[in-house]
Antibody
Framework: QVQLQESGPGLVKPSQTLSLTCTVS??????????WSWIRQPPGKGLQWIGY???????YYNPSLKSRVTISVDTSKNQFSLKLRSVTAADTAVYYC?????????????WGQGTLVTVSS | SYELTQPPSVSVSPGQTASISCSGD??????TCWYQQKPGQSPVLVIY???KRPSGIPERFSGSNSGNTATLTISGTQAMDEADYYC?????????FGGGTKLTVL
C-alpha cells in the first residue's frame, strides 16, 4: 500500500517561498507509469492542480502558476518537493501530494492527508 | 485553457438515483475520472477511465462520457454518499478539475 506524507511549515509570510516535501512509502518513486503531483484546495473551495514530476525529472505545471512553481524529485530519499514563490493570501490552502497513474488515462490513485499552509504576516 | 463545469449542488432522496454532470468541450474525446471528498478528508477516486470502478468502490457508482458531458451516477443513494464530487480530465499535459458538486442526501 503506497502512502504519501506532506511535510513543511504551516505558516508562510507574504512574498516568501512556500516549501513542502512529500515522502513516499510502500513503493518506489521510480516505478511504473506514475507522475508525482501537487494539488491544492483553498478553504471551502475546489481542487486545483499545481503540477507534477516524473521520476526522471520531467515536469508539467499549471499554466496559471508556472511562473512561481518548481517541483523537484529526490529518488534517493523517495521524496518530491514543491516550491511556490512570492506567495500571497490567495495561496492559503490545503496542499496535497498525490500519485497520478498515467498507464491508460490520468487519475490520482493515492493522496496524502493534506497539509494546511496559511499565508499571513 | 480547458475548463470543466459542474453544477454546484445536487439533491437526492435516499434510495433514489443521483446524477452529477461534468461538461467540457469535446469531453467525450478524453478520459474522465471522479473523486468523492467528505469534510476534512482527502479525495477518494470513485470512477476512472470514464466508467471503471476502483477496487472497494460500491457497484452503485457508475460513470459515462459522451459528447461534451461526463456523468457520475449513484444508484440507490445512501446517506454515506453525501459529499463533494469532483470530475477531472487531462488536456494538453494539464490536469483539470471541475469546480465540484455538493451532493445532499435528504
Amino acid at each position: 500500500q503506497v502512502q504519501l506524507q506532506e511535510s513543511g511549515p504551516g505558516l508562510v509570510k507574504p512574498s516568501q517561498t512556500l516549501s513542502l516535501t512529500c515522502t513516499v512509502s510502500g513503493g518506489s518513486i521510480t516505478s511504473g507509469n506514475y507522475y508525482w503531483s501537487w494539488i491544492r484546495q483553498p478553504p471551502g473551495k475546489g481542487l486545483q492542480w499545481i503540477g507534477y514530476i516524473y521520476y526522471s525529472g520531467s515536469t508539467y505545471y499549471n499554466p496559471s502558476l508556472k511562473s512561481r512553481v518548481t517541483i523537484s524529485v529526490d529518488t534517493s530519499k523517495n521524496q518530491f518537493s514543491l516550491k511556490l514563490r512570492s506567495v500571497t493570501a490567495a495561496d492559503t490552502a490545503v496542499y496535497y501530494c498525490a500519485r497520478v497513474d498515467s498507464s491508460s488515462s490520468h487519475f490520482v490513485d493515492y493522496w496524502g492527508q493534506g497539509t494546511l499552509v496559511t499565508v499571513s504576516s | 485553457s480547458y475548463e470543466l463545469t459542474q453544477p454546484p449542488s445536487v439533491s437526492v432522496s435516499p434510495g433514489q438515483t443521483a446524477s452529477i454532470s461534468c461538461s467540457g468541450d469535446k469531453l467525450g474525446d478524453k478520459y474522465t475520472c471522479w473523486y468523492q471528498q467528505k469534510p476534512g478528508q482527502s479525495p477518494v477516486l470513485v470512477i476512472y477511465q470514464d466508467s471503471k470502478r476502483p477496487s472497494g468502490i460500491p457497484e452503485r457508482f457508475s460513470g459515462s462520457n459522451s459528447g461534451n458531458t461526463a456523468t457520475l451516477t449513484i444508484s440507490g443513494t445512501q446517506a454515506m454518499d453525501e459529499a463533494d464530487y469532483y470530475c477531472q480530465a487531462w488536456d494538453s499535459s494539464t490536469e483539470v478539475f471541475g469546480g465540484g458538486t455538493k451532493l445532499t442526501v435528504l
